[in-house]
């Protein structure tokens, strides 16, 4: 759909999607001054797949924007635990000046809400239940002016952000498809009443075999603190099998296989098996193109090391709103235009270099021989596992230890792809 330019914008920026990205992305240019419509095609609360741990560097961003995770439903974790090789110890998330050193767990029940509810109270304007069906543009540039809904409902603005998740409608509507050469991962989980809901590490499992076959990726245990525990496990496409796998079945395998006091039964199953794409390592770009701003899963900003989303969505928003924010209170359309497309760059100097080792990573333990190496070999010595925590988890300070000012230095190098 096509419309003149001159028409009066129902808002200054649109954000497509309340998850985090989205969220995060309309706290921040509220914050700014800007007037932002968030437009969500659910209604909260509402089910998100997801394992609902989050690292130090989401909660880092959860301080940022005031939320407050002293309040009832919002268990605090130590670290990781990690099990594999016959081995089984505890990671306490490292002493860090940049981050916290403690992890949180929330259900996606009510994370996203709480999100939404605090961008609320920021200014933004929420609608729920209005699904984005596509893109207006303007006639003459080309550029995104606003958006149609399925009720018929048009929505105009000075800018558009698409926070709308991996599917995202609107950056497929402005020709932004995927990028075949980085990774994929599949994630599935469900939840079982159990007396493993209260823990005070995250916990993953690094062996996965499906049959003979070890499989690239890991399965975990997060208490929720509610009676349940969230159980699942993450994939990558890295593996010739990866297509080969039923995801949900595989799960059950898995679990049958854990004792028999934790629960992980049929019986004791409090949901179905839900499955998810994670796209990761920048796998859609670029994040601005003719008024269009990618943040979190839409453009692919998923850590590719673990599969971490959530603190990168948040983040991604921060940055694109200090961006959007700056640009549209230019004096000039070139002038503005100029800014926003700083706008990849900036992600790129601050991720690029280290999803870079990410996709390494991840075609590294595609092979089998391999992951079993790194398992077999890698666990039974915990000052390596230590600085593999800080790796895997991009948990370093600037100027920190021996370990942070290798993992900074190989990010820094790496192709900022």
């Not at 859609?284 to 979190?296: I, W």
């Not at 209170?329 to 100029?338: I, V, Y």
């Not at 230590?386 to 300070?397: H, Q, Y």
Request: aromatic share 8%; proline share 5%.
């Amino acid at each position: 759909m096509t419309v003149p330019a001159a028409l009066q914008a129902d808002a200054d920026v649109i954000v497509v999607g309340a998850g985090p990205a989205g969220s995060a992305t309309a706290f921040y240019l509220a914050q700014a001054g800007l007037d932002v419509l968030l437009l969500e095609k659910t209604t909260f609360p509402r089910e998100k797949v997801c394992g609902d741990g989050l690292t130090p560097r989401a909660v880092k961003q959860l301080m940022n924007m005031g939320i407050d995770f002293d309040a009832p439903g919002w268990v605090r974790n130590k670290g990781l635990r990690v099990v594999g090789g016959g081995h089984r110890f505890d990671l306490d998330w490292p002493q860090l000046e940049r981050f916290p050193d403690f992890g949180l767990v929330r259900t996606r029940q009510d994370f996203d809400e709480i999100l939404a509810d605090n961008a609320v109270k920021a200014g933004v304007r929420l609608m729920q239940g209005v699904t984005v069906t596509g893109p207006v543009l303007d006639d003459r540039s080309g550029h995104i002016v606003g958006v149609t809904t399925k009720d018929g409902a048009t929505f105009r603005s000075r800018l558009v952000v698409a926070a709308d998740g991996n599917s995202t409608r609107l950056a497929l509507a402005m020709g932004l498809h995927k990028r075949e050469d980085r990774p994929m991962g599949v994630a599935v989980r469900t939840y079982y009443t159990s007396p493993r809901h209260d823990d005070d590490y995250l916990e993953i499992w690094l062996e996965l075999w499906d049959e003979e076959t070890l499989l690239p990726g890991y399965g975990w245990v997060f208490g929720v603190g509610d009676g349940t525990a969230n159980v699942g496990l993450g994939l990558l496409n890295t593996s010739d099998h990866f297509n080969k796998v039923d995801y949900r079945d595989l799960l059950r395998r898995w679990t049958k296989n854990m004792p028999a006091e934790w629960g992980f039964t049929e019986e004791n199953m409090t949901a179905p098996i839900r499955g998810a794409a994670l796209p990761m390592a920048f796998n859609r770009q670029p994040h601005y193109t003719r008024g269009l701003v990618l943040v979190g899963d839409s453009g692919g900003a998923i850590n590719p090391f673990n599969g971490e989303g959530i603190a990168y969505a948040m983040e991604t928003g921060e940055i694109a709103a200090e961006v959007i924010a700056r640009a549209l209170k230019a004096p000039g359309r070139a002038e503005q235009e100029r800014i926003l497309r700083t706008y990849p760059k900036t992600l790129k100097d601050a991720y690029g270099g280290y999803f870079t080792l990410g996709r390494l990573f991840v075609e590294a333990i595609g092979k089998p021989g391999l992951m079993s190496f790194g398992v077999r070999h890698g666990l039974p010595h915990p000052r390596l596992m230590r600085f593999a925590l800080k790796l895997l988890g991009n948990l370093t300070d600037r100027r920190g230890d021996a370990s942070d000012r290798i993992i900074n230095a190989l990010s820094k190098v790496a192709p900022r792809a």
